[in-house]
């Protein structure tokens, strides 16, 4: 027979309540997070545009989370670049979408 160690008991206490965003950032010197779009809805929004040069409609990603902005991107379907132009009004709703062929 061999014998048998008793087994240790874990004191019987009130388990400790996650500790908040807050205090976490506090404890381990942390910014706190940004989070776009939480106040003006949803910083990456999708848009429908037009190619100019293949008259095809396709979806694009537009993040709205800086402002309006022009950026020059390829067509998904005959891959030409296309510059497009998207106005954001100050609660980051999109105003107007322009394509424009280069």
Not at 22 to 31: F, H, M, P, S, T
Not at 49 to 55: E, F, K, M, V, W
Not at 79 to 96: E, F, L, M, S
């Amino acid at each position: 027979m061999t014998a048998r160690t008793p087994k240790r008991r874990r004191p019987q206490g009130r388990a400790k309540p996650p500790a908040s965003d807050a205090q976490i950032d506090a404890r381990y010197g942390l910014e706190p997070v940004f989070e776009p779009g939480a106040a003006t809805g949803e910083p990456v929004q999708f848009i429908s545009l037009q190619c100019p040069y293949c008259g095809e409609r396709y979806d694009t990603a537009a993040d709205v989370s800086g402002g309006s902005f022009t950026h020059i991107e390829d067509c998904q379907v005959c891959c030409r670049p296309i510059q497009i132009t998207v106005a954001v009004n100050d609660r980051g709703v999109i105003t107007a979408v322009t394509a424009a062929s280069l």
